[in-house]
């Protein structure tokens, strides 16, 4: 996946622009190692798609951006996952410490949405860019996910739906952030309805890859630990066996081709950034 460079030269001035602490290096150590921006690039191709600038998104990807990372640091710790390994190299608080990564995350989380308020749009999509980051993001959104993911590693017998509830709010929610917050840049609120449904069904096809990923990748390709097994967590080569989870991939991305279909704007690009997305090995 392509980086945009300029966008990443964003990424590193928002991060930096605040006074000099170890937790502010730490941020930009987390911020600006690597990963692959799928959520900027589907906002970026939800703009192309209604004919905006993906600039006018610069603001509010980053936010996104920093808000998946901060859950990234979070989710590294001992007391979560406990993943030594992120983008390939060592996790927030094995880089610096655990204390510093908490405050990472935090401010991470906190700065999102100073950088949000900077978007380029009226005072109302403003305000629905803030609501919408903090539902999705929120305990009614991804961190409901991760309560959820948490408390399947003590469940005796778990099940797909369970599965598929975790992965609806501590995945999707998130994929689906940057395509709403499309939709609210553009004052398309009419397709909201349809990428919502879009997102949904993405961020499950997007986790079956990573557990799909994690049982057939090694650290070195993927980036981070693989260490669902060790940890007894639920994943969908677990409960449905390694050709049942690609045969679901192949089924969600029919059902998100097809939803494509009902939303008003050009779908070119964001195809593209899909098919980027279901081929990709890490």
Known sequence: ????????????????????SKTKEAMAYSLMNGGKRVRPMLLFAVLEGYNIDKRVGY?????????????LVHDDLPAMDNDDLRRGKPSCHKAYDEATAILAGDGLLTKAFEVVLDSECSAEQKVALVKALSWYAGIDGMIYGQTLDLAAESDKNPTFALLQEIDHYKTSKLLTLPLVCGCILANKFDDVDSFRKIGLVLGLEFQMQDDILDVTGSEEIVGKSLSDEDNNKVTAVSLLGLDGARDMVKSYDETIRKEL???????????????TLIKRTY
């Open 59 to 71: 603001p509010c990807a980053c936010a996104i951006e920093m808000i998946h990372t901060y859950s």
């Open 261 to 275: 279909g009902k939303v008003s704007c050009d779908v070119a690009s964001l195809t593209k950034v899909l098919d």
């Open 1 to 20: 996946m392509l980086m945009n460079r300029e966008f990443e030269d964003y990424l590193l001035m928002r991060v930096q622009e605040n006074d000099d």
